[in-house]
């Protein structure tokens, strides 16, 4: 069987890690969240003195870019690959709501998109990749076979994402999360770089009232029917 390519996109909180990670799984694919690297990089300039409360040295951050490592390793016990920065297991520190509040300002900077798409392309060049995102579909790979596009309201992204925060001990308010949701959103489609936009060919699916398992259906019958697809114009192409 032929492999393809899948591009998950969408504004944040919609679930589409949740469903990627499973539709790699179910496909026997790699699964890689692009997200966590550019939170990996932020993590990196908070600890490294880029960010203070106030001021984001982006030009500090440039200059140490080539000392930043990041790498996935798949942890047998959670079905999936886990972030890695500079030899350091940080799956957990990156989810904070303090690496929230600085990502989408780093992700503005184009020598870390530069460096990250590089990385990211690296990852599916051999195909079998499910990778999630906000510009996997336009950018990193804009010849993917499936392309998604996931939206769902503001409230209920910030809803789902509050009580993921609440379920893993966080001290947060609904307020505070839904606020940068919404400023997520705002920076992640206007940045100047890549900007969060659907690609033509995507396919939208709007999950606000939906459960993870049809939206996992929804997306899983997608990659089948792309994956036959695929097969057949491989099984006709000449030799
Ligand atoms: O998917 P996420 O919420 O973990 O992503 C965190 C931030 O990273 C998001 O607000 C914007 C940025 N990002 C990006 O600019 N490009 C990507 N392909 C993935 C994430």
Sequence with gaps: MTKITIA???FSSTGKSTVAKRLAK????????????????????????????????????????????????????????????NGENVESNI??????QFVSLVSTVSEVREQLVKQQQGFGKD??????????????????????????????RAQRRYEELIERGDDVCYDDVLQNVQTRDRIDSTRDDSPLVMAEDAMKVDNSNMSLEEQFQVVLELSEEKIKLNQKKSDTRPL
């Design 95 to 100: 989810r904070t709501l303090e690496v929230s």
């Design 8 to 10: 998950i996109d969408g």
């Design 26 to 85: 179910a496909l026997g694919y790699v699964y890689v969240d692009s997200g966590a690297m550019y939170r990996a990089v932020t993590l990196f300039a908070m600890q490294n003195g880029f960010i203070e409360t106030d001021c984001f040295d982006s030009d500090g951050l440039i200059s140490q870019l080539e000392n930043i490592e990041i790498s996935f390793k798949f942890n047998e016990t959670l079905g999936f690959a886990e972030v890695y920065l």
């Design 127 to 156: 195909k079998g990749v499910v990778m999630d995102g906000r510009d996997i579909g336009t950018v990193v790979f804009p010849d993917a076979e499936l392309k998604v596009f996931m939206t769902a309201s503001a409230e209920k």
